[in-house]
């Protein structure tokens, strides 16, 4: 059997100070999350927080110092700035999440890595064996699919929240597979450009080649809202979590978050 300390640790990347929602989702993290899972932060500006009252729990890391390889990426493909108008291809704003979670996955002491986007708010106590719902044994991975919404434009997962099983048998080829995408530049193949786009293309065709099925967390326990576009807040994670993704990071919550908790109560009165 697994110690609880050797089976789950998580990681997160943002800027200071233009990504400030970020020390919200840490906090919450080290208020909500068991102690037996610890988030590596890799932070842009890292000097600007001081992480003495939050340590064990929270390992703070400079971006620029630990993670050289993403200044390697930028300065390889430099003219494709030129693109980053247009999310679908803003390649460099999206790749700091594939380089932190491939730095954070060089030192990993864990079975199992939860990567959390900065714009996450844990908003309840949130028990250790909820994280074993999330997962399944014969999986490599956990994602949140979109086969549940029908704005067709979302044709690629929610990747806010993933979780990766170091000990699985496409480990090491997923990563190499994915670094080929990122350092050899075979993104630029693709029709989008950006980390949930490129993870559904490596994720699907191993699913083929290795025949194996993917974890999509949005098939559990799914909570209809009125809108269809927020597969996180409706997915079993919004009984603990809120994404403030987009224009919501300017509000406290999101307003999916708060139908669902007034829903919640309707039905449970």
Known sequence: MINHRNKYSAVTTFHLPKHIYG??????FYA??????TLTAFI???SKIDNSAVKPKIIIKDFDKTVPEYQKFVRKYKEKEKYTDDFRFNVFRFAHKVYAIASALK???TKYLIWLDADIKTYKKLPFEFLDTLI???SYMSYLGRENISVKHLNYSECGFLIFNTEHQIHERFWEDMMKMYDGGGLFQEKEWHDSYIF??????LEVEKKIDN???SLIDFFNLKTDDHVF?????GKYMDHKKGNRKQSKWSHELLYRIKREKEINS
Not at 23 to 28: C, G, P
Not at 32 to 37: I, K
């Open 23 to 28: 020390i919200e989702m840490i906090n919450s």
């Open 32 to 37: 909500n999350w068991p102690n037996e899972v």
């Open 44 to 46: 842009e500006n890292s």
């Open 107 to 109: 030192n990993i002491k």
């Open 136 to 138: 399944n044994q014969n």
């Open 200 to 205: 559904d293309v490596v994720r699907k065709k």
């Open 215 to 217: 974890f999509d967390i």
């Open 233 to 237: 807040v409706s997915s079993v994670l």
